[in-house]
């Protein structure tokens, strides 16, 4: 009886400290996942130079392309606006940006309007952009603390990218 009672606590025990062992590596696992998921999600997606590669008739045929690059310029300039607000040196930046803003998601929604033959539709396609416009908000805002923690400033990488594209590429096709 006692060699059983022995056995038991001896199996109990093997089992306590090989599913401990176990536990723990998963946890560590699940940690290192967790990680490389979190790190991912700060990778900046394709810069707007990179989309207009990809796609060719953004400035011709492709009205949802346009929209929607319009789109990205006027949530960026808005992003740049917003951390230049209250800067008494930066008067001239926060102006451009907010007028830049409002231009390019001013033709965003006409783009995507003139696309649509009933309300049904506009409304949907606004709800499609107010999402898209909170997804690129966050990620811009995200680079642009990103950048300032990093170098100091708003306005470099992927940032300074997509700001380029906006004004040499896109608001010439939209003027």
């Not at 696992?29 to 990809?54: C, G, H, M, Q």
């Not at 803003?101 to 499609?128: G, H, L, M, P, Q």
């Not at 380029?164 to 003027?175: D, E, F, G, H, R």
Request: overall charge positive; aromatic content about 10%; charged content about 25%.
């Amino acid at each position: 009886m006692k060699k059983l009672l022995l056995l038991k606590i001896c199996f109990t025990l093997f089992v306590t400290i090989f599913s401990s062992a176990y536990a723990n590596e998963f946890m560590e696992n699940l940690e290192e996942v967790r990680k490389n998921k979190d790190n991912a999600t700060f990778i900046f997606p394709d810069t707007l130079n990179e989309y207009i590669s990809k796609n060719s008739s953004w400035n011709s045929s492709d009205k949802a392309a346009l929209s929607y690059i319009a789109s990205r310029c006027g949530i960026l300039n808005k992003v740049i606006s917003q951390r230049f607000k209250n800067n008494a040196a930066a008067q001239d930046v926060y102006n451009l940006s907010l007028m830049d803003a409002v231009f390019f998601s001013r033709a965003s929604s006409d783009i995507y309007k003139t696309r649509c033959i009933n309300y049904a539709c506009i409304k949907e396609k606004k709800i499609i952009a107010q999402e898209s416009e909170k997804k690129w908000g966050l990620i811009y805002e995200k680079e642009v603390v990103k950048n300032m923690d990093i170098y100091g400033k708003i306005i470099h990488g992927d940032i300074k990218s997509d700001l380029s594209t906006c004004t040499i590429k896109v608001k010439p096709i939209l003027k």
